[in-house]
C-alpha cells in the first residue's frame, strides 16, 4: 500500500458527461501527479500541483482541469468526456523538493466512457 | 526528445533466469531514472531508481545500468521468480526549476512472465 488513495476506484459514465476523480496524497507529501494509461498511449503525465499550486503541465487536455485543495487533496474534472478518455487515471504524490524524491502511485481510477 | 524508447515489449524468461529490459532517450536534462514495477490492478510502485553520476546501482536481485554517453540504462533481474511476472516501466525525470517542479516520462512498457 503506497498511501496514495484515489476514489472511486470504477466509473462508468457516457459520452458528453463529466467526471470528478479524487486523490488523497500520502501524509506529508506536498506534490500531486495525474497519470493517464491507456492502451495506446501507455502511462502519460497530464498535470503537477505543488502545495495549491499548478507547478507542471504534460499532455492535459482542455477539456480535463485539476485543483488541490488546502489540505492537499487533488481533483482531475473531466468534462464533455468522449470514448477515448477511457482509461487508467493515476494519481502519485511525492514530497517535493529533494533531489531523490519518489512518488508514490495510488491504485487508480478506471474510467470508462459508453 | 522528450521520449524514452524502451524495448522488449514483452518477455519471458525461465525461472531462474536473467532478466534485461532495456530503455534509450535523448534528453540531456533527465537527471533521475526510475524504474517503476506494475501488477494486473495496481498503480506503478518505485522498484529501484539511479542517478546519471552512477553507472550502476543493485538492490538485492534486482541491478540498474546506466550509460551515461550512450544514453541508455537497463534493468537486470537475477534468478527471476514467478512473483516477478509484472510490467516494468523505465521512466526519466526532468526537473524543470529546482524546487517541486518536475516531470516523470515514462518508456511504454515491458510485460514480463518469468515460466517454472
Known amino acids: 500500500d503506497s498511501g496514495v488513495t484515489q476514489t472511486p476506484k470504477h466509473l462508468i459514465t457516457a459520452t458528453g458527461q463529466r467526471v470528478t476523480l479524487r486523490c488523497s496524497p500520502r501524509?506529508?507529501?506536498?506534490?500531486v501527479y495525474w497519470y493517464q494509461q491507456s492502451l495506446d498511449q501507455g502511462l502519460q503525465f497530464l498535470i503537477q500541483y505543488y502545495n495549491g499550486e499548478e507547478r507542471a503541465k504534460g499532455n492535459i487536455l482542455e477539456r480535463f482541469s485539476a485543483q488541490q485543495f488546502p489540505d492537499l487533496h487533488s481533483e482531475l474534472n473531466l468534462s464533455s468526456l468522449e470514448l477515448g478518455d477511457s482509461a487508467l487515471y493515476f494519481c502519485?504524490?511525492?514530497?517535493?523538493?529533494?533531489?531523490?524524491?519518489?512518488?508514490?502511485f495510488g491504485p487508480g481510477t478506471r474510467l470508462t466512457v459508453l | 526528445q522528450q521520449q524514452v524508447k524502451q524495448s522488449p515489449q514483452s518477455l519471458i524468461v525461465q525461472k531462474g533466469g536473467i532478466s534485461i529490459i532495456n530503455c534509450a532517450y535523448e534528453?540531456?536534462?533527465?537527471?533521475?531514472f526510475p524504474w517503476y514495477q506494475q501488477f494486473p490492478g495496481k498503480g506503478p510502485a518505485l522498484l529501484i531508481a539511479i542517478r546519471p553520476d552512477v553507472s550502476e546501482k543493485k538492490e538485492g536481485r534486482f541491478t540498474i545500468s546506466f550509460n551515461k554517453s550512450a544514453k541508455q540504462f537497463s534493468l537486470h533481474i537475477m534468478d527471476s521468480q514467478p512473483g516477478d511476472s509484472a510490467t516494468y516501466f523505465c521512466?526519466?525525470?526532468?526537473?524543470?526549476?529546482?524546487?517541486?517542479?518536475?516531470?516523470?516520462?515514462f518508456g511504454t512498457g515491458t510485460r514480463l512472465t518469468i515460466i517454472p
Open positions: 521512466a526519466a525525470r526532468t526537473r524543470l526549476t529546482n524546487f517541486g517542479n518536475e516531470k516523470l516520462t
Open positions: 501524509s506529508g507529501d506536498l506534490s
Open positions: 534528453n540531456t536534462a533527465f537527471d533521475y
Open positions: 502519485a504524490s511525492s514530497v517535493a523538493g529533494v533531489v531523490t524524491d519518489t512518488q508514490y
